[in-house]
């Protein structure tokens, strides 16, 4: 059998095997087959990643071989020779998935470097600083990233030797204090790792691999890949490509740039570079970079081949590119291309504008933008006026918009530790690394005094929908005390300010937010999403706010109102206490009486909010107990009010107690019990509906959900006190309004005995979070605690209360659409978990032909995108 094949030379590969080589690979075989000028190198496929993984973290002898074998042909394409003393070959080695994960995992540069090879670079560039400069800085990086020696004894060896020397920066070095620095250098390593740093290059080759295939599964790239729904099963592809430098003096450089504005989408080259630095300088954000328009004064002819390049790799690609180059004394290379990433308005903007400029059509478009990006910019804005009233404290770069106020912290793992407690934080640092991938999740916004807008900050934060502030240099921030100082004032940890990610703005106090609107391009680009779809989309809402909310965000009912949360008011615990306490139905009835006129208001509001979209109204649902007091003086103070003895209290209260109260007397189990709560919740739902009918002429079709049914009989006598006191109210007002009765589909019994319910029920609803909670049989209040622990040994790469499980809930999901529509075919089916709101599940739920997902209203926008690509991506 011939062997399978792992390693591809770049005029190997294209565009179209991103799955197997990886984005980068595959981009940079598409860039070589046009032509562009791009270090040569080869490319081992996500395949061998795999394979190391199920060989027990082994290169096998037949990867190996054929890493050889590309070697060996790229040492012929660039005629020049791994080791060589005399013209020898440099090679970076960098991670590359299937999608980009920006800094999530290893990069090894300047490979091949060792005693005899170092000397070739110097003769051929004439330029010994710069040799050992490279050198030094690649026996740092492979003992960090291929060996796991601490960086920092490697910098406390530079700054010595800067210190005795009496200077500032690395640049006031020379080639005989950078050749001291090697030898200290390698000494460090003889001493720590108890063997000679290896001068073989295919030595440092294979560990540099092993390196990086294994960095797939470090924390912050699985921290990543779990936000961002990437399976870990895909693996990274690794690519070896030849290096060329852009620390050769001033007619080198290296540097970034996008096609268009990755903050605002803007049609107008973006970048920066650096001249006479290396490509990680940019991206570690440790020297401020200059805008790209300077690369037309310093260097003419590179630029105007750089921008042709550029417009033909946007055309060709049909998106806006991020592209890395680097000028070599004078010639230009490209060394990566991807679709950039770009914050939810730019991403806008260039999807509008590429169907605007014939580039796309609107289906194309559509599916250019991820449904998640949309949540940032649902979220306020700092309020004009306000902005007005104040005076910044600094100003950096705007890097990600957005308003954000909190606390500032100066440490990820204090952002993320006070996020937890519910705070809202700022991250604060120098400049973020791939580190602090957790404490800019948590974080607001973040802040940093070094970097560029193409800084690892700002890069990440433009990706996650995160107001970001960088480079902000006024700061004088001190990480070890936690503080810092602007214009001659003390910012300690835990104190607030406010950043305005769209100016650059930075506040020293919190600052008055406005609510978003759908105008101008996010407008029309969620009208084709409308025009296409075929889902429609529902809100979970318990007030008129909330609603209203939805409405402008486009929700076209409700298709959750759950009317326990209207029992918490003030005013209404009260009567709510007294029903669940009452001994007998009388005083029960009594206490509905109270709250009747209540819920029929909430409902009259709900009614008019929603005009006449439809609305599902859910039959109070939760154990009762969770409306009592706990607290000795608060059981103290309601008997008092109740005219109860403490004793008479506190035992009814235990009498309430459940050992598992989500599996307890809840849902449609309460009705079963005191059928006068459901009878007292129709008389609300009905009336309400009758007297907006009357006042506002909208025809209200109210929709009466009953919650947690897991059997026909038990719906059918819920079902019967409704029909017949909505029924006695109709009559009695002589009205003609029609009303539907149907179920929560969220017990397993239910769903396997859907065709018997569905004789019951005129729609169906999943509650896919008891559902979930249910089929698993882990409780959701808990099941927090530990699913870490399996996300961590990779049982479960997703939360399944967030991301419906497809394979299992999902079984049963389909299972109950196809009994409940033999037996009806009407029935009207949606869903109203939580996942009603997240972009796979809602593709699952057309896929399956449901009628609509209801979500919260600011996931209405998400879910209409969402609805509108599963129908995309169907047709084709
Ligand atoms: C559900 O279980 O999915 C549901 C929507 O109901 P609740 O979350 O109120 O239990
Ligand atoms: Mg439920």
């Given at each position: 059998?011939?062997?399978?094949?792992?390693?591809?030379?770049?005029?190997?590969?294209?565009?179209?095997?991103?799955?197997?080589?990886?984005?980068?690979?595959?981009?940079?075989?598409?860039?070589?087959?046009?032509?562009?000028?791009?270090?040569?190198?080869?490319?081992?496929?996500?395949?061998?990643?795999?394979?190391?993984?199920?060989?027990?973290?082994?290169?096998?002898?037949?990867?190996v071989?054929?890493?050889?074998?590309?070697?060996?042909?790229?040492?012929?394409?660039?005629?020049?020779?791994?080791?060589?003393k005399?013209?020898?070959?440099?090679?970076?080695?960098?991670?590359?998935?299937?999608?980009?994960?920006?800094?999530?995992?290893?990069?090894?540069?300047?490979?091949?470097?060792?005693?005899?090879?170092?000397?070739?670079?110097?003769?051929?560039?004439?330029?010994?600083?710069f040799?050992?400069?490279?050198?030094?800085?690649?026996?740092?990086?492979?003992?960090?990233?291929?060996?796991?020696?601490?960086?920092r004894?490697?910098?406390?060896?530079?700054?010595?030797?800067?210190?005795?020397?009496?200077?500032?920066?690395?640049?006031?070095?020379?080639?005989?204090?950078?050749?001291?620095?090697?030898?200290?250098?390698?000494?460090?390593?003889?001493?720590?790792?108890?063997?000679?740093?290896?001068?073989?290059?295919?030595?440092q080759?294979?560990?540099?691999?092993?390196?990086?295939?294994?960095?797939?599964?470090?924390?912050?790239?699985?921290?990543?890949?779990?936000?961002?729904?990437?399976?870990?099963?895909w693996?990274?592809?690794?690519?070896?490509?030849?290096?060329?430098?852009?620390?050769?003096?001033?007619?080198?450089?290296t540097?970034?740039?996008?096609?268009?504005?990755?903050?605002?989408?803007?049609?107008?080259?973006?970048?920066?570079?650096?001249?006479n630095?290396?490509?990680?300088?940019?991206?570690?954000?440790?020297?401020?970079?200059?805008?790209?328009?300077?690369?037309?004064?310093?260097?003419?002819?590179?630029?105007?081949?750089?921008?042709?390049?550029?417009?033909?790799?946007?055309?060709?690609?049909?998106?806006?590119?991020?592209?890395?180059?680097?000028?070599?004394?004078?010639?230009?290379?490209?060394?990566?291309?991807?679709?950039?990433?770009?914050?939810?308005?730019?991403?806008?903007?260039?999807?509008?504008?590429?169907?605007?400029?014939?580039?796309?059509?609107?289906?194309?478009?559509?599916?250019?933008?991820?449904?998640?990006?949309?949540?940032?910019?649902?979220?306020?804005?700092?309020?004009?006026?306000?902005?007005?009233?104040?005076?910044p404290?600094?100003?950096?770069?705007?890097?990600?918009?957005?308003?954000?106020?909190?606390?500032?912290?100066?440490?990820?793992?204090?952002?993320?530790?006070?996020?937890?407690?519910?705070?809202?934080?700022?991250?604060?640092?120098?400049?973020?690394?791939?580190?602090?991938?957790?404490?800019?999740?948590?974080?607001?916004?973040?802040?940093?005094?070094?970097g560029?807008?193409t800084?690892?900050?700002?890069v990440?934060?433009?990706?996650m929908?995160?107001?970001?502030?960088?480079?902000?240099?006024?700061?004088?921030?001190?990480?070890?005390?936690?503080?810092?100082?602007?214009?001659?004032?003390?910012?300690?940890?835990?104190?607030?300010?406010?950043?305005?990610?769209?100016?650059?703005?930075?506040?020293?106090?919190?600052?008055?937010?406005?609510?978003?609107?759908?105008?101008?391009?996010?407008?029309?680009?969620?009208?084709?999403?409308?025009?296409?779809?075929?889902?429609?989309?529902r809100?979970?809402?318990?007030?008129?706010?909330?609603?209203?909310?939805?409405?402008?965000?486009?929700?076209e009912?409700?298709?959750?109102?759950?009317?326990?949360?209207?029992?918490?008011?003030?005013?209404?615990?009260?009567?709510?206490?007294?029903?669940?306490?009452?001994?007998?139905?009388?005083?029960?009835?009594?206490?509905?009486?109270?709250?009747l006129?209540?819920?029929?208001?909430?409902?009259?509001?709900?009614?008019?909010?929603?005009?006449?979209?439809p609305?599902?109204?859910?039959?109070?649902?939760?154990?009762?107990?969770?409306?009592?007091?706990?607290?000795?003086?608060?059981?103290?103070?309601?008997?008092?009010?109740?005219?109860?003895?403490?004793?008479?209290?506190?035992?009814?209260?235990?009498?309430?107690?459940?050992?598992?109260?989500?599996?307890?007397?809840?849902?449609?189990?309460?009705?079963v019990?005191?059928?006068?709560?459901?009878?007292?919740?129709?008389?609300a739902?009905?009336?309400?509906?009758?007297?907006?009918?009357?006042?506002?002429?909208?025809?209200?079709?109210?929709?009466?959900?009953?919650?947690?049914?897991?059997?026909r009989?038990?719906?059918?006598?819920?079902?019967?006190?409704?029909?017949?006191?909505?029924?006695?109210?109709?009559?009695?007002?002589?009205?003609?309004?029609?009303y539907?009765?149907?179920?929560?589909?969220?017990?397993?019994?239910?769903?396997?005995?859907?065709?018997?319910?569905?004789?019951?029920?005129?729609?169906?609803?999943?509650?896919?979070?008891?559902l979930?909670?249910?089929?698993?049989g882990?409780?959701?209040?808990?099941?927090?605690?530990?699913?870490?622990d399996?996300?961590?040994?990779?049982?479960?790469?997703?939360?399944?209360?967030?991301?419906?499980?497809?394979?299992?809930?999902g079984?049963?999901?389909?299972?109950?659409?196809?009994?409940?529509?033999?037996t009806?075919?009407?029935?009207?089916?949606?869903?109203?978990?939580?996942?009603g709101?997240?972009?796979?599940s809602?593709?699952?739920?057309?896929?399956?032909?449901?009628?609509?997902?209801?979500?919260?209203?600011?996931?209405?926008?998400?879910?209409?995108?969402?609805?509108?690509?599963?129908?995309?991506?169907?047709?084709?």
């Amino acid at each position: 059998m011939k062997n399978q094949k792992y390693v591809y030379l770049f005029n190997e590969g294209n565009a179209g095997m991103r799955n197997l080589l990886g984005g980068k690979g595959a981009n940079l075989a598409e860039m070589t087959n046009l032509g562009i000028p791009v270090p040569q190198g080869f490319t081992l496929s996500t395949e061998a990643c795999t394979k190391y993984y199920e060989d027990g973290e082994i290169i096998s002898d037949n990867i190996v071989q054929q890493i050889e074998e590309a070697l060996s042909e790229t040492e012929k394409v660039t005629g020049k020779k791994f080791g060589d003393k005399e013209n020898p070959l440099l090679v970076s080695v960098r991670s590359g998935a299937r999608v980009s994960m920006p800094g999530m995992m290893d990069t090894i540069l300047n490979l091949g470097l060792n005693d005899e090879s170092v000397k070739g670079v110097t003769k051929l560039t004439n330029n010994e600083r710069f040799a050992y400069d490279s050198y030094r800085r690649f026996i740092q990086m492979f003992s960090d990233v291929a060996i796991g020696l601490e960086k920092r004894k490697f910098e406390d060896i530079l700054d010595s030797v800067k210190e005795q020397k009496g200077v500032k920066y690395d640049t006031d070095l020379d080639a005989e204090d950078l050749k001291n620095i090697v030898v200290q250098y390698k000494q460090l390593y003889l001493k720590e790792i108890g063997k000679e740093f290896p001068q073989d290059p295919k030595e440092q080759l294979m560990e540099s691999v092993k390196a990086v295939f294994s960095s797939w599964n470090n924390p912050r790239a699985i921290v990543y890949r779990r936000l961002n729904d990437i399976p870990a099963s895909w693996g990274t592809a690794v690519n070896v490509q030849s290096m060329v430098f852009g620390n050769m003096g001033n007619n080198s450089g290296t540097g970034v740039a996008f096609t268009r504005n990755p903050a605002t989408g803007e049609n107008k080259i973006f970048g920066e570079y650096l001249i006479n630095a290396q490509g990680e300088d940019v991206v570690a954000g440790i020297r401020t970079p200059q805008p790209i328009s300077k690369l037309q004064q310093d260097l003419p002819k590179c630029y105007k081949e750089f921008m042709d390049i550029a417009e033909k790799l946007e055309k060709h690609y049909r998106d806006m590119q991020d592209m890395e180059f680097t000028i070599e004394q004078g010639k230009l290379y490209f060394l990566q291309t991807r679709n950039g990433k770009r914050t939810a308005n730019a991403a806008l903007k260039i999807a509008v504008s590429l169907v605007e400029e014939g580039t796309l059509s609107k289906e194309e478009a559509l599916l250019k933008v991820e449904p998640k990006q949309l949540d940032s910019l649902l979220h306020p804005t700092f309020d004009e006026e306000e902005l007005k009233k104040h005076t910044p404290i600094a100003k950096g770069l705007p890097a990600s918009p957005g308003a954000a106020c909190g606390k500032i912290y100066f440490t990820a793992q204090d952002a993320k530790a006070h996020h937890e407690k519910g705070e809202k934080v700022i991250l604060v640092r120098l400049e973020t690394s791939p580190e602090d991938i957790e404490g800019m999740v948590a974080a607001e916004g973040i802040l940093t005094v070094r970097g560029g807008m193409t800084s690892h900050a700002a890069v990440v934060a433009r990706g996650m929908g995160t107001c970001c502030v960088a480079g902000c240099g006024e700061l004088k921030v001190n990480e070890k005390e936690e503080n810092f100082i602007v214009r001659g004032k003390t910012y300690k940890e835990g104190d607030y300010i406010s950043l305005n990610g769209s100016t650059g703005n930075v506040y020293g106090n919190v600052l008055k937010t406005v609510s978003p609107e759908i105008t101008g391009y996010f407008g029309t680009f969620m009208a084709w999403a409308d025009e296409i779809r075929r889902l429609k989309i529902r809100t979970n809402a318990d007030t008129p706010r909330d609603a209203e909310q939805a409405v402008k965000f486009g929700a076209e009912g409700i298709g959750l109102c759950r009317t326990e949360h209207m029992f918490f008011d003030e005013e209404r615990i009260p009567a709510v206490r007294e029903m669940i306490v009452s001994d007998n139905e009388e005083h029960r009835r009594k206490a509905l009486e109270k709250l009747l006129p209540m819920q029929r208001k909430d409902f009259i509001g709900i009614y008019k909010a929603m005009q006449d979209r439809p609305v599902t109204i859910r039959f109070l649902d939760p154990p009762l107990h969770e409306f009592l007091p706990s607290e000795i003086e608060d059981i103290r103070d309601l008997a008092e009010e109740m005219g109860l003895s403490f004793e008479e209290l506190k035992s009814t209260i235990e009498n309430l107690h459940e050992f598992n109260p989500m599996m307890g007397h809840r849902g449609c189990r309460l009705t079963v019990s005191y059928p006068e709560i459901a009878e007292m919740q129709t008389r609300a739902i009905i009336e309400a509906a009758i007297q907006v009918k009357k006042e506002e002429g909208y025809d209200i079709v109210p929709e009466i959900m009953i919650p947690l049914v897991g059997e026909r009989k038990e719906l059918k006598y819920v079902k019967d006190i409704v029909v017949k006191t909505a029924d006695e109210i109709i009559a009695a007002e002589g009205i003609d309004m029609k009303y539907l009765v149907g179920t929560m589909i969220e017990v397993p019994r239910a769903a396997l005995t859907a065709d018997e319910i569905a004789k019951e029920a005129e729609f169906f609803s999943f509650g896919t979070n008891d559902l979930t909670q249910m089929t698993f049989g882990f409780s959701r209040d808990d099941a927090g605690k530990f699913l870490n622990d399996y996300y961590d040994k990779n049982v479960y790469e997703s939360d399944p209360f967030q991301r419906l499980d497809q394979s299992g809930v999902g079984k049963l999901i389909e299972m109950a659409v196809q009994l409940g529509t033999k037996t009806r075919k009407d029935l009207k089916i949606g869903i109203c978990g939580e996942h009603g709101g997240d972009p796979s599940s809602v593709e699952f739920c057309h896929r399956i032909g449901l009628n609509y997902v209801s979500c919260s209203p600011f996931r209405v926008p998400l879910a209409r995108l969402a609805a509108a690509q599963a129908q995309i991506k169907n047709l084709r």
